[in-house]
């Protein structure tokens, strides 16, 4: 049985999710659904980009993952699919794949044009269901991807923040994205933290975001002191992150995804 993830704006209200599952077990009835999450923010391409990024490595190789975040639906935005870390992705071609196509440089995406591999009358606002399903469980049941249309020779790519070492003692980031307990993600990586501390011999660093100081790195959330102080530590992706133990940077610190972090060593 193959895996088929899917990462949505669609929400749980609707309808929309369960006729894409529909289409595709119509299609493979051994394919088996993981429901990433369907609460990405409406025509949040950027969101969605950092989720399937974050979670796609956890499943088994050859898992399809279909996300979609496509406000440009009906338009002539192109549809794709590619396979990149053994794994295959279905979706717009709209930037929602970035950080995997940055990652796996050397990958062939293929435009979805081939009609016989869609539902019989494609609407011009559900491609989710008429074009993207079709397409992923083709692939979960062993379709190629050369049998859905031609090579696409430059998906689009955002234009997403990047860590950077601007100075010897210095690293330069921004946040990334709000989870849902409103801790701020990074882009700022442990790696680089630990290489540019002990290239340069530091024997302390701040960590800067808007008006607020830090001098410390916690080993988990409750090494914090309490509820009302902005702390910061490394998440389970590898990456800094600000938090409030037991409530919200995002609320309390009014933190949000753009705001330039500052890493500081002497």
């Not at 279909?66 to 979706?91: E, M, Q, T, W």
């Not at 307990?181 to 680089?192: C, K, V």
């Not at 080993?219 to 509820?227: G, M, R, V």
Request: proline residues 5%; negative net charge.
């Amino acid at each position: 049985m193959s895996v088929v993830t899917l990462t949505t704006d669609f929400g749980d209200a609707d309808a929309f999710v369960g006729m894409m599952k529909g289409v595709m077990l119509s299609i493979d009835p051994s394919v088996r659904f993981v429901d990433i999450s369907h609460k990405v923010a409406p025509q949040n391409i950027r969101e969605a980009a950092y989720l399937i990024a974050t979670a796609f490595e956890y499943f088994p190789d050859d898992s399809v993952h279909l996300c979609i975040v496509d406000p440009g639906v009906g338009s002539n935005r192109r549809a794709l699919a590619f396979k990149a870390g053994g794994h295959y992705f279905v979706g717009p071609d709209n930037g929602i794949f970035t950080n995997i196509l940055r990652r796996y440089t050397s990958v062939k995406a293929y435009e979805l044009a081939n009609r016989e591999k869609m539902v019989l009358s494609v609407s011009n606002t559900f491609h989710g269901r008429d074009v993207f399903a079709p397409a992923s469980a083709w692939i979960a049941k062993g379709e190629p991807l050369h049998a859905f249309g031609p090579v696409i020779e430059k998906p689009v790519l955002l234009s997403l923040p990047e860590q950077l070492r601007s100075a010897p003692n210095l690293i330069e980031g921004e946040v990334v994205h709000i989870d849902n307990f409103g801790n701020a993600i990074t882009n700022i990586t442990q790696n680089l933290v630990e290489h540019v501390r002990l290239d340069f011999k530091a024997e302390r660093m701040e960590i800067a975001i808007k008006s607020h100081l830090l001098t410390e790195i916690m080993q988990s959330y409750s090494f914090a002191d309490d509820k009302k102080t902005l702390s910061a530590l490394f998440s389970s992706f590898g990456t800094l992150e600000f938090f409030v133990k037991n409530g919200s940077a995002n609320s309390m610190f009014e933190l949000s995804p753009g705001d330039h972090v500052e890493i500081r060593f002497f």
